[in-house]
């Protein structure tokens, strides 16, 4: 069977989609990965034949827009994005597609175009919610921005938010959706957001304990826990850290690591402010980033500065990890014990941050309040806090058991997805 995984965003988007690909070749299916030129290298090393859909620059481009203080701008810049990448998906699906092959398609909530295929040609579909944010709910709603509803919220209020919210959604999904429907030739649809809901199967990509499943989610979705995903897998080696890296780590105290997220391009403030904090904090500490140009030119001693290391490697042996709150970067962290300060700054990031207070492994700080003051004096009470590590370490324990894998959960999203062709 041929299976085609459409993928768009950043690595804790795509990363995904490339481990489900690998499962899917391990047993002896036809995988192709459909995304940005960026991830042609993971595909390549997952063994995944590889479509292009966009291009580097434009990728680059995507989260080279400064979002820290207005998050619906980053909203719309991506609803901008995905809809113009909605066409050129379609068309790679229809050109994959042979006479008579069995073929399954999949992707994330706000990806239509394997929903349209179904609708064209009827091809089986799957939508992958990577982070519960994407699900609607009014008994448990997610946390979209930094102030929003709660559960305990009246439901007059609920009823207004969610009005609001879809005027907002519509302006941004719902009316090009359309116009690009129409020119299909098809019907338009009353909401875009929530619309590929209605795949033959929905996976939800992280645990119920994460999580717990709302009265009103849709019944169909099946939950198969965090695929636990940080790029270095599908290689030759087992991965190792960088011989540099691991003397750093091993000089001294368990630094603290900051990451502004693998595709964020617009963070110097905040590397420059973690220097500042760590010196304040008397830490160590270690400033991830691929973009070079994000760094502070001179570094103190006991800072380093990397453009990557394997997380599943790397931050057991951090003392703290602060992050944007992207899922991927929070499933890495409960995986490996250590206490998080998250600095949500859009998308999915608030509510992940919610999650993490909740579970008392982490606390928020966001960034406008991000400065050498206070995350000098975050990073204080975390590190010293025994009862945050405590709970790390409880919740990093049960992830260790078979159950709780990455590799399990991958094979329980592959068992969604290939169980479409048998309907």
Same mark, same amino acid.
């Given at each position: 069977?041929?299976?085609?995984? &459409?993928?768009?965003?950043?690595?804790?988007?795509?990363?995904?989609?490339?481990?489900?690909?690998?499962?899917?070749? *391990?047993?002896?299916?036809?995988?192709?990965?459909?995304?940005?030129?960026?991830?042609?290298?993971?595909?390549?090393?997952?063994?995944?034949?590889?479509?292009?859909?966009?291009?580097?620059?434009?990728?680059?481009?995507?989260?080279?827009?400064?979002?820290?203080?207005?998050?619906?701008? *980053?909203?719309?810049?991506?609803?901008?994005?995905?809809?113009?990448?909605?066409?050129?998906?379609?068309?790679?699906?229809?050109?994959?597609?042979?006479?008579?092959?069995?073929?399954?398609?999949?992707?994330?909530?706000?990806?239509?175009?394997?929903?349209?295929?179904?609708?064209?040609?009827?091809?089986? &579909?799957?939508?992958?919610?990577?982070?519960?944010?994407?699900?609607?709910?009014?008994?448990?709603?997610?946390?979209?921005?930094?102030?929003?509803?709660?559960?305990?919220?009246?439901?007059?209020?609920?009823?207004?938010?969610?009005?609001?919210?879809?005027?907002?959604?519509?302006?941004?999904?719902?009316?090009?959706?359309?116009?690009?429907?129409?020119?299909?030739?098809?019907?338009?649809?009353?909401?875009?957001?929530?619309?590929?809901?209605?795949?033959?199967?929905?996976?939800?990509?992280?645990?119920?304990?994460?999580a717990p499943p709302a009265a009103d989610w849709?019944?169909?979705?099946?939950?198969?826990?965090?695929?636990?995903?940080?790029?270095?897998?599908?290689?030759?080696?087992?991965?190792?850290?960088?011989?540099?890296?691991?003397?750093?780590?091993?000089?001294?105290? *368990?630094?603290?690591?900051?990451s502004a997220g693998t595709a964020t391009r617009?963070?110097?403030?905040?590397?420059?402010?973690?220097?500042?904090? &760590?010196?304040?904090?008397?830490?160590?500490?270690?400033?991830?980033?691929?973009?070079?140009?994000?760094?502070?030119?001179?570094?103190?001693?006991?800072?380093?500065?990397?453009?990557?290391?394997?997380?599943?490697?790397?931050?057991?042996?951090?003392?703290?990890?602060?992050?944007?709150?992207?899922?991927?970067?929070?499933?890495?962290?409960?995986?490996?014990?250590?206490?998080?300060?998250?600095?949500?700054?859009?998308?999915?990031?608030?509510?992940?941050?919610?999650?993490?207070?909740?579970?008392?492994?982490?606390?928020?700080?966001?960034?406008?309040?991000?400065?050498?003051?206070?995350?000098?004096?975050?990073?204080?009470?975390?590190?010293?806090?025994?009862?945050?590590?405590?709970?790390?370490?409880?919740?990093?324990?049960?992830?260790?058991?078979?159950?709780?894998?990455?590799?399990?959960?991958?094979?329980?999203? &592959?068992?969604?997805?290939?169980?479409?062709?048998?309907?």
């Amino acid at each position: 069977m041929k299976v085609l995984l &459409c993928a768009a965003g950043s690595h804790g988007d795509v990363l995904p989609f490339v481990a489900l690909g690998r499962e899917c070749r *391990a047993r002896g299916h036809h995988a192709v990965l459909l995304a940005n030129p960026v991830f042609r290298p993971y595909a390549a090393a997952a063994g995944l034949d590889f479509v292009e859909v966009g291009t580097a620059d434009g990728y680059r481009a995507m989260f080279s827009v400064p979002v820290e203080h207005d998050p619906r701008l *980053a909203f719309a810049r991506i609803a901008s994005e995905l809809l113009a990448l909605a066409p050129p998906y379609l068309a790679a699906l229809q050109r994959l597609r042979e006479p008579a092959e069995p073929v399954v398609s999949a992707g994330p909530p706000l990806l239509f175009a394997p929903m349209v295929w179904r609708e064209r040609a009827g091809v089986p &579909c799957a939508t992958v919610h990577l982070a519960p944010a994407a699900l609607r709910s009014n008994d448990a709603p997610p946390r979209l921005l930094a102030r929003g509803i709660g559960a305990d919220t009246p439901g007059f209020v609920k009823r207004l938010w969610w009005w609001g919210l879809d005027r907002y959604y519509d302006r941004h999904f719902t009316k090009p959706l359309n116009r690009w429907r129409h020119e299909l030739g098809l019907p338009a649809i009353a909401h875009a957001v929530g619309w590929t809901d209605g795949a033959d199967a929905l996976i939800g990509a992280f645990p119920a304990w994460y999580a717990p499943p709302a009265a009103d989610w849709p019944e169909r979705l099946r939950l198969t826990g965090f695929f636990g995903v940080d790029g270095s897998e599908g290689g030759d080696e087992p991965p190792r850290l960088d011989r540099e890296l691991d003397a750093f780590l091993a000089a001294g105290p *368990a630094p603290v690591v900051f990451s502004a997220g693998t595709a964020t391009r617009t963070a110097r403030s905040f590397f420059e402010s973690s220097v500042a904090a &760590c010196r304040r904090a008397g830490l160590r500490g270690l400033l991830m980033s691929h973009v070079p140009e994000q760094l502070p030119a001179d570094l103190p001693p006991d800072v380093r500065a990397v453009s990557y290391a394997p997380y599943g490697l790397l931050l057991p042996r951090a003392a703290a990890f602060v992050h944007h709150g992207g899922i991927g970067s929070t499933a890495q962290a409960l995986r490996a014990g250590v206490p998080q300060l998250v600095r949500p700054v859009a998308y999915d990031q608030f509510d992940n941050a919610a999650r993490v207070g909740r579970l008392g492994v982490g606390i928020e700080l966001l960034p406008a309040h991000y400065d050498a003051e206070r995350a000098g004096a975050s990073l204080q009470a975390l590190c010293s806090d025994p009862m945050i590590r405590e709970r790390a370490a409880a919740i990093a324990q049960r992830m260790r058991a078979p159950d709780e894998s990455g590799p399990a959960a991958i094979a329980r999203a &592959c068992d969604a997805l290939l169980s479409l062709a048998k309907g």
